[in-house]
């Protein structure tokens, strides 16, 4: 009894240590403002020392560092700054893809993408 008690322990932490999505790697990704048009992004998320790094680049654009970044379950959230503003993404993860939705003070829309790495 004690075995079978003691498997069922490790099979359930086993479930929830791999319920969580991972989004560390490089996304390919497209925004879309609320004011139409589309904008190429690349996400790129790693693990630093057991927390979430990485930076967003928009085409043509500088690198951004990523803030404040958590996952949840399938959702993954972080800041950026632009043009000294803040800006939240929150994005679902699910199968090698993400999509969500961005916002600040400047503007906002939609993010999808598809992991590359």
Same mark, same amino acid.
Request: neutral net charge; glycine residues 12%.
């Given at each position: ?5 003691? @498997? ?5 932490? +086993?479930?929830?240590? @791999?319920?969580?999505? !991972? *989004? ?8 879309? *403002? +609320? ?11 790693? !693990? ?6 990485? +930076? ?8 951004? *560092?990523? =803030? ?7 959702? @993954?959230? @972080? &800041? %950026?700054?632009? !043009?000294?503003? *803040?800006?939240? %993404?929150?994005? &679902?993860?699910?199968?090698? &893809?993400? =999509?969500?939705?961005?916002?600040? =003070?400047?503007? =906002? ?9």
């Amino acid at each position: 009894m004690k075995t079978l008690l003691s @498997f069922l322990a490790i099979l359930l932490f +086993s479930a929830v240590l @791999f319920a969580a999505e !991972n *989004p560390t790697g490089t996304w390919d990704c497209t925004a879309t *403002p +609320s004011n139409g048009g589309t904008i190429k992004v690349s996400l790129v998320v790693k !693990n630093a020392d057991g927390k979430l790094a990485g +930076s967003v680049q928009v085409e043509g654009g500088e690198e951004l *560092p990523i =803030s404040e970044a958590k996952v949840d379950g399938a959702s @993954f959230t @972080f &800041k %950026i700054q632009i !043009n000294g503003e *803040p800006y939240t %993404i929150d994005v &679902k993860l699910a199968g090698g &893809k993400l =999509s969500g939705k961005y916002r600040g =003070s400047e503007a =906002s829309g939609t993010l999808e993408g598809t992991r590359k790495t």
